[in-house]
Each structure stands twice: as structure tokens, then as C-alpha cells.
């Protein structure tokens, strides 16, 4: 079982890198936030494995960080989600943001990625809503769009920081505190509970 790739790219494709390690040269599938930010070929390069045996292939999954490997893994517990989607959802949202957009229930956010419909970006967010906490590595930063107004999170959500940011908080502060809100309050509060959290969450 090969845990980590440590080399210099050989080549770059559009979803694969080629690693030479000590001369022997390694295939691994990469999202494309990966790829972005790897080097060029000839320079070193350090990718996290996740190995994958078929009975008629054997395929390595390379990531930029283990956070990204755990969420792979993750994604693919979902019914109709399998390697190519999860690499397809990690390639549009990092880590921080996918676990933003299921903590939101903000599946317009998820079904950006190619591949993903609507049906299984609900199941994503439905499915992961109580795994993602553990799997969202440090503290969440929440940058809601200027589309959240438009439907993209529930209204209440909405409201909640459209008013925060009233206040003359920024909107990553207002998120923040409306996600951090929304885990006493539940799915189901209504926008003055989730001011009235959110503020007492910007007050600590």
C-alpha cells in the first residue's frame, strides 16, 4: 500500500501527474486544485496516496494534503458518488469550502463540480451533514457568495447574515457566526435565532 509519493514530476497531465521516484515513475490522479499547485516538471514534488486495487486495475489518487484524502474518501460513501466525482467536487471546493456548503446545506455550491447533478449534490450535503464537522480540519472561514441572497442557502441563513453584515460586520464574520449559530439552533431556526446567536457568537 503506497501512503505517499515523494519525487519530481515527470510529467504533468489533465488529471494525472507522473512522479519519478528514484526512477521509477508513478501515475497519479489529481483534482485540479491539486495539479494547480504543483510545480513544473523537474522540481520536487510531495502528493498523499490513496491506493486503489481492482481485481483488473490498480490506480493511485494523489493530494496536495491529507485533509483533501480523508474528504475522497468521505465523498465516496455518498450513494452515486465515486472516484471521478469526488475528485470533480475536490477539484471546485477546498476542503474548508466543501464542509462550508454541507454545514449550509448549500448544495448549489456542490453541484458546481462537473458530474455532480442536483439529486446527488443533495444526497452529498444530506448524507455528510453530521461526518463533515470531523473532517473539516481547522477552524471553518465561511465566505458566502453575494448569491446567498439569491437562493443558494436557506433563507433564514440568508437573512441572518444580510443583517449581521447590517450591523457592520464583514460577511466572512457574519457566516462565521451564523454556521457556528446554526449548530446550536439546528437547521430549523428562524433568522431572529440565528441573529440572536450570531451576535452572541461575535461577542466572545
Known amino acids: 500500500m503506497i501512503g505517499k509519493l515523494k519525487g519530481t514530476i515527470d510529467e504533468i497531465g489533465d488529471d494525472y501527474v507522473l512522479v519519478d521516484v528514484h526512477g521509477v515513475c508513478y501515475v497519479a490522479f489529481c ?3 491539486t495539479l494547480s499547485k504543483l510545480g513544473s516538471v523537474g522540481e520536487a514534488c510531495v502528493l498523499f496516496i490513496e491506493t486503489y486495487v481492482r481485481e483488473d486495475q490498480l490506480k493511485l489518487f494523489g493530494f496536495q494534503t491529507q485533509l483533501e484524502r480523508e474528504w475522497f474518501n468521505l ?27 454541507i454545514a449550509l446545506q448549500d448544495k448549489t ?12 449534490a443533495i444526497r452529498i450535503v444530506t448524507e ?9 480540519g481547522e477552524a471553518i472561514n465561511i465566505g458566502l457568495k453575494q448569491e446567498i441572497g439569491e437562493g ?36 430549523d431556526a428562524d433568522s431572529a435565532k440565528l441573529i440572536r446567536l450570531g451576535l452572541r457568537e461575535l461577542s466572545r
Open 109 to 120: 455550491a456542490v453541484s458546481r463540480a462537473q458530474g455532480v447533478g442536483p439529486k446527488v
Open 31 to 33: 483534482s485540479a486544485r
Open 75 to 101: 465523498l465516496q460513501s455518498v450513494q452515486g458518488v465515486g472516484a471521478k466525482v469526488a475528485l470533480a467536487v475536490l477539484s471546485t471546493l477546498t476542503p474548508s469550502e466543501l464542509a462550508n456548503a
Open 128 to 136: 455528510l451533514k453530521n461526518k463533515a464537522p470531523a473532517f473539516a
Open 152 to 187: 443558494v442557502a436557506a433563507a433564514p441563513v440568508a437573512d441572518a447574515v444580510s443583517a449581521l453584515t447590517n450591523l457592520g460586520y464583514s460577511r466572512d464574520q457574519a457566516a462565521n457566526a451564523v454556521a457556528a449559530a446554526m449548530k446550536t439552533a439546528g437547521e
